[in-house]
């Protein structure tokens, strides 16, 4: 309840998404002594030396994403996992992809305890999307580009939304809303965030 109340007065108002974020428990995607502070709203570390988002930010990321319940939806940096087992929630589909087989491997372990059948996790540089499963009807990016990719923009179906964050890595960014019209795209910026930097190639773990 405190939790949910944290999260309103962040700005996340939208049901939906306050609901998905209640039916998922935190704790089960952190590790040993974190465990005990996953209702703190800050980030947390996770292995290969990543970071669980603050879950304001997760919240109005997805709150900005404004997922139905029949989106194919992909995210780009996997993490912890959960993000996309917010997603899961809210969506028919979820593809997540992150570049530490490492992670995607405790995230689909998660994922497996929890029951949670419709997300694919794949290790990958999702730079580069997935091309084989385009077009999507949202794209998540939880790691800062200095500029949305074009390959995700190019598999954004025509009506469909991409938020991430932009920016070089050690300043604050600015989280950004893409939307692929019939004409081109449309921009708009949320808010300031501070986010990992999107990495090309594979991890070593
Ligand atoms: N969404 C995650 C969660 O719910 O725990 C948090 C993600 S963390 C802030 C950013 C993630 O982006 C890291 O796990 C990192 O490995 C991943 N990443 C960075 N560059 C990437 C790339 N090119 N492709 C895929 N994942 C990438």
């Given amino acids: 309840m405190q939790f949910l109340f ?11 998404v306050l609901h998905a974020m209640e039916g998922v428990d935190r704790a089960r995607f952190l590790r040993g002594l974190f465990a005990s502070r996953a209702y703190d709203d800050v980030p947390l ?4 030396g990543q ?18 319940p029949r989106h194919k939806v ?3 940096g996997t993490g912890s996992g959960y993000q996309a087992a917010i997603l899961s929630k809210l969506a028919r589909r979820v593809y997540t992809v992150d570049r530490f087989r490492t992670l995607v491997s405790q995230a689909q372990t998660v994922f497996d305890a929890l029951g949670i059948a419709n997300i694919t996790a794949m290790t990958g540089d999702g730079s580069h999307g997935l091309p084989e499963q385009a077009p999507f009807d949202r794209i ?4 800062a580009a200095e500029d949305p990719p074009g390959p995700l923009l190019a598999q954004l179906r025509v ?15 600015n989280l ?5 019209t019939e004409t081109g795209l449309d921009y708009d910026e949320l808010s300031t965030v501070r986010f990992v930097p999107l990495i090309e190639g ?3 773990d």
């Fill in 6 to 16: 944290a999260l309103r007065s962040r700005g996340v108002t939208d049901e939906r």
């Fill in 51 to 68: 970071t669980i988002s603050q879950p304001s930010i997760v919240g109005l990321m997805t709150q900005a994403l404004e997922v139905e």
């Fill in 202 to 204: 594979l991890g070593e």
């Fill in 45 to 48: 570390p996770i292995s290969c």
């Fill in 176 to 180: 950004i809303r893409v939307r692929r």
């Fill in 74 to 76: 992909l995210e780009v």
């Fill in 140 to 143: 998540l990016l939880t790691a």
């Fill in 159 to 173: 009506g469909g939304i991409m938020v991430l964050p932009v920016g070089q890595s050690d300043t604050i960014q």
